[in-house]
């Protein structure tokens, strides 16, 4: 049974940072796409940033572009998300999402795409 876990999220002034994670367990395919995505109360699911195990492949969303950075360890099966010059409007509840895809859908940052959700992990940045 696939299970995502996230931890890191919390309360951050604005201009800070936070590193999320994201552990992946009973995960078996040999190529898949981890995502993050992320929840504001009263507005949709937004799609974060992307990354793809077999190549690497990174996308971001361009709200984000420049001060969020994800990263992998394939070998312990984690992705990571570092944000830094966090604003108000990147409070949401994070959640992080794996699914078995080709790389090129992997950059499409589409939550349908994706089979496996973590629970979420809460973000507040304050002024």
């Known amino acids: 049974q696939v299970q995502l876990v996230e931890s890191g999220g919390g309360s951050v002034q604005a201009g800070g940072s936070l590193r999320l994670s994201c552990a992946a367990s009973?995960?078996?395919?040999?190529?898949?796409?981890m995502g993050w995505f992320r929840q504001a109360p009263g507005k949709e699911r937004e799609g974060v940033a992307s990354?793809?195990?077999?190549?690497?492949?990174?996308k971001y969303a361009d709200s984000v572009k420049g001060r969020f950075t994800i990263s992998q360890d394939n070998a312990k099966k984690t992705v990571y998300l570092q944000m830094d010059s966090l604003k108000l409007e990147d409070t949401g509840m994070y959640s992080c999402?794996?699914?078995?895809?080709?790389?090129?859908?992997?950059?499409?940052?589409?939550?349908?795409?994706?089979?496996?959700w973590g629970q979420g992990t809460q973000v507040t940045v304050s002024s």
């Open positions: 999402a794996a699914a078995p895809m080709p790389g090129f859908n992997c950059q499409a940052l589409n939550a349908n795409l994706f089979n496996f």
């Open positions: 009973g995960y078996t395919y040999p190529y898949y796409c």
């Open positions: 990354i793809y195990n077999g190549d690497g492949r990174i």
